[in-house]
């Protein structure tokens, strides 16, 4: 079976409670990833759920002032799929549809709809070859936008909810990508980098410009019936200070390494990914009061190759 692979790697969201405006690295990534696989260089149409989970506690360190917490959830469901036009040159997309949640001491608040959809262009610079054995290479180079259509001004009690926890972030935002492939016989590797300028929106308020790098390895077995990718590695992305009218917002940014375990699973059209990833180290830039912890994250998405 013939199959040029692209790896699956999730983005997720964050936020801290709505003192803070921050976005402790990654939370306006969300879907910013297009490492999933490429299925015989066909098109394709897919759906993928994911979720992460992060806690935020302020040390007031006050008599008059309560410590505040929050533990907030964010789950994603987006149609994902890519658009051949030649053998070079491919589009792909991303609509998602945003369940968001925070519970914490001074606020609860639920959040849901759509969220800024993403478009990106891929130019082959080089691909050596789709057959299983042998050594092959590939490299591709896209651009794109992510598209202000998330809501971005929803209030609580008539005050406006951290950034982070909104559906969009009401900017026009552009999109780098490349990602690298190497294969021999039945084992190969595949790293993957994004990165998305961000601009201000109608508020004038800027989420700060974000990155990410994967590195995965993976062995393809293949049976009679189906074939399967097991792969591991890791995950590596960063989010710069965000700025509100142009003064830069403290407890903004920060970067996190995470280690990644999944498989792919393909039967004829259909594939099927699933994908779990743990933190290995987080760092954030936040104050001496404020501490963050990003949880456990995971990702499944079913394909289907047109």
């Known amino acids: 079976m013939n199959r040029r692979i692209i790896l699956v790697a999730l983005i997720a969201v964050l936020s801290i409670p709505k003192t803070w405006a921050c976005d402790v690295c990654g939370c306006s990534l969300s879907g910013l990833y297009f490492g999933y696989v490429s299925m015989q260089n066909r098109h394709f149409i897919g759906l993928k759920y994911s979720s992460a989970s992060f806690k935020a506690y302020i040390d007031n360190d006050d008599y008059y002032f309560q410590d505040e917490y929050s533990n907030d959830t964010y789950q994603r469901f987006d149609l994902t799929g890519k658009y051949r036009f030649s053998p070079r040159f491919e589009v792909r997309y991303v609509v998602p549809y945003i369940i968001n949640n925070m519970e914490g001491s001074h606020q609860n ?3 849901s ?8 262009g891929y130019y082959s610079i080089f691909n050596t ?3 299983i054995e ?20 929803k209030t609580d009690d ?19 990508s490349a990602n690298y492939m190497v294969r021999f016989g039945k084992y190969g590797a595949n790293v993957e980098s994004s990165y998305k300028i961000n601009s201000a929106n109608s508020m004038n308020y800027e989420f700060g410009n974000q990155a990410n790098v994967a590195l995965n390895v993976y062995r393809y077995l293949e049976t009679a019936s189906f074939s399967v990718l097991p792969f591991v590695g890791a995950f590596y992305e960063q989010g710069d200070y965000h700025y509100n009218e142009g003064i830069r917002e403290a407890n903004t ?8 375990l999944g498989a792919q699973i393909f039967v004829n059209r259909l594939t099927l990914n699933a994908q779990y990833q743990t933190p290995i180290k987080q760092t954030f830039n936040t104050d001496d009061f404020a501490s963050i912890e990003g949880g456990d994250r995971f990702s499944i998405g079913l394909y289907y190759s047109l």
């Open 253 to 260: 940014g920060g970067k996190a390494i995470m280690a990644t």
């Open 134 to 153: 042998g050594i092959v290479h590939s490299l591709n180079v896209g651009a794109g936008l992510k598209l202000p259509v998330g809501e971005f001004e």
């Open 158 to 176: 008539g005050e406006i909810i951290n950034r982070n926890f909104q559906l969009g972030s009401g900017s026009l935002d552009y999109i780098l």
């Open 113 to 120: 709809g759509l969220g800024d959809p993403m478009i990106v």
């Open 109 to 111: 608040v639920r959040s």
């Open 129 to 131: 070859g789709e057959n």
